[in-house]
């Protein structure tokens, strides 16, 4: 990820501070601020549960800031990806393909006895 400070804050509040807060707001709202301040005083025990009280809200907020403006409420992150080539390796393939061959006669060989256990005709049953 690049090294954005503004775009670093910005992630930050929208994953760690925005469902806390909800979940303050959720707890006040619903007459529940003994609970909230109980919460406040366990400490991380604590703000883990505000934060699992506010993760729904604040994902309905973020899905509905993308669709203000794509990326303003689940911000696109950067990423380093790398690829890793196989090497052509014709004996490789050849092993890959023999094993095709093996497996899909096998299953041919399956298909021709579960034909041969069913009877003819469905009438027959």
Do not use: I, T, Y
């Not at 899905?63 to 203000?68: A, G, K, N």
């Amino acid at each position: 990820m690049a090294n954005d400070p503004l775009q670093s804050l910005r992630l930050q509040m929208l994953n760690d501070v925005l469902p806390v807060g909800l979940g303050a707001v959720s707890r006040l709202r619903s007459a529940r601020a003994g609970e909230l301040f109980n919460d406040l005083f366990k400490g991380q025990d604590g703000v883990a549960n505000l934060r699992q009280d506010g993760e729904d809200d604040a994902r309905q907020l973020r899905d509905f800031l993308d669709q203000l403006a794509p990326g303003l409420g689940n911000p696109v992150v950067e990423v380093d990806v790398e690829v890793q080539s196989r090497s052509a390796d014709p004996s490789g393939q050849g092993e890959d393909l023999q094993e095709l061959h093996e497996r899909l006669a096998l299953m041919a060989e399956r298909v021709a006895r579960l034909k041969a256990a069913l009877p003819a005709d469905p009438a027959e049953s």
